[in-house]
């Protein structure tokens, strides 16, 4: 039950008071007023808010954009971890720069709509401003939703368009100049294992032993990884294993039996056990070559800041002309190796990734993939998730059922599959023929 209080003004004259109880069963202040009628008109209707479930501390839509969000909605909002930390870098990065000192009662359309073409004017794309503005978007419904604001700045507020790209899906042909290219078998047979599965990064260096079955050429795929900052990580490590994959749905489909005999053997010659990682990191140190390249025929450098030029594949190539080609970089290589053989000079450590034995994303793209893409001659890049698009482009190419194909990549709608129809290179072949068929009816 609301009630007024009496007390004296600066100049001693009588004020009033309105107290009201919130759902909470906390009292609090509906305002004060020069007389008790006016005070108790004021808690009654602060009461009959409450009662309709609409009412809120009026000292909550003062508070700050930037308390609200680092004390209410980043603690309290449940999310993937990886997303909190994308969310977490996008807003210190691009949101609350601009909007952290500001008042949530204050914060308008208007704001946001300056805010947006700060953004373009500081040269961020449109998909980075449309996802900086979804963020935005998703603090002020939660504060909506608890009474903090009665306004959604962001509603009606637009972004700069987004182009769709057409999708480049590998070849067959492109694939097998990139698979020649890595260094290895056991990489060979991961990008083998990605466009035969379709499996996204995190579920296919998850991938475990127990998770095939060999026999019958099927795979179930039942949890992932991510990567994340440790800050992030219930227990402060790298990588964080979910019991689920993206989809949240587990999904089991067949391999086809020359990739289901190619693992089997892997597993047979690795010794793995049913609870190992199929694939882990095994750093490997390149070793420099034994000489440098012959250099008579390598001509000279560009002139350095002196306008000195010295041969290729020398010392003196490498520290004063600036070169950076191989053949300078594997001469100052052979020299250092040499030096440390000797005794005389201490080797540099190699960086230590903090892993469990899943592979880094980053190591992986920078020491494996990188370099076989540029040793392949492929003239457009390819990135290993491109593995999955062209899984699902080569089977639809080839006749298979969408629906069979959503399922076995795992996909929330079927309009995301649709996207990967008449992709390759030659899928409007068929439409070409039929153009030179009538174009030809008049040469008869």
């Known amino acids: 039950m609301g009630f007024s209080r009496k007390r004296l003004g600066i100049k001693g004259k009588p004020r009033y008071t309105a107290y009201y109880t919130d759902l909470r069963g906390r009292e609090l202040s509906a305002g004060t007023f020069s007389s008790k009628k006016e005070a ?33 909605w980043l603690p309290h909002h449940l999310m993937e971890a990886t997303t909190r930390e994308g969310y977490t870098y996008s807003i210190y990065a691009h949101i609350m720069k601009w909007f952290g000192p500001m008042r949530m009662i204050e914060i308008l359309p208007s704001d946001v709509r300056a805010w947006v073409k700060d953004q373009q004017d500081c040269g961020l794309s449109p998909a980075t401003i449309r996802l900086n503005k979804s963020i935005l978007s998703g ?88 990567e994340i900052n440790p800050k992030h990580h219930p227990e402060g490590k790298r990588f964080l294993i979910k019991e689920y994959p993206k989809d949240r749905e587990f999904r089991r489909f067949k391999l086809t039996p020359q990739i289901a005999a190619k693992l089997k053997q892997y597993i047979k010659d690795n010794k793995l056990e049913r609870d190992d990682l199929l694939f882990v990191y095994r750093p490997e140190e390149p070793a420099p070559q034994s000489q440098a390249q012959p250099v008579e025929h390598l001509g000279l450098t560009e002139p350095n800041a002196a306008g000195r030029r010295y041969r290729h594949g020398t010392l003196s190539a490498y520290a004063a002309g600036k070169c950076r080609c191989r053949h300078c970089k594997n001469a100052y290589a052979v020299y250092r190796a040499e030096r440390r053989a000797a005794g005389k000079d201490g080797p540099r450590h190699a960086r ?36 999955r698009h062209a899984h699902a482009s080569w089977l639809l190419a ?39 068929r009538t174009r030809s009816r008049s040469r008869r």
Not at 178 to 185: G, K, M, Q, R, T
Not at 360 to 376: G, K, N
Not at 428 to 436: E, G, V
């Open 139 to 226: 603090i002020f419904t939660t504060a909506l939703n608890d009474q903090v604001t009665v306004l959604h700045p962001c509603k009606g507020v637009k972004t700069p368009t987004v182009p769709k790209k057409p999708l480049r899906i590998v070849s067959p042909e492109e694939f097998d100049q990139l698979y020649f290219a890595l260094p290895d078998e056991e990489t060979r047979l991961l990008a083998e294992t990605a466009i035969e599965s379709g499996m996204r990064w995190g579920e296919l260096t998850e991938l475990r032993v127990k998770d095939l079955e060999l026999i019958n050429c099927i795979v179930t795929v039942s949890r992932t990884v991510v």
């Open 352 to 387: 230590q990734w903090d892993t469990d034995g899943h592979i880094p994303r980053r190591w992986f793209r920078d020491q494996v993939w990188r370099p076989a893409l540029a040793a392949s001659g492929l003239e457009f890049k390819v990135k290993m998730h491109d593995l």
């Open 40 to 72: 108790d008109k004021a808690w009654q209707q602060a009461e009959a808010k409450v009662a309709e479930g609409r009412a809120g501390d009026p000292a909550r839509s003062k508070q700050s954009f930037r308390r609200y969000v680092e004390e209410e």
């Open 398 to 436: 080839g006749g298979a059922d969408l629906q069979v194909v959503k399922e076995r990549l795992g996909h929330g709608s079927i309009s995301t599959t649709e996207k990967y129809l008449h992709t390759l290179p030659d899928a409007d072949q068929t439409a070409l023929d039929a153009l030179a």
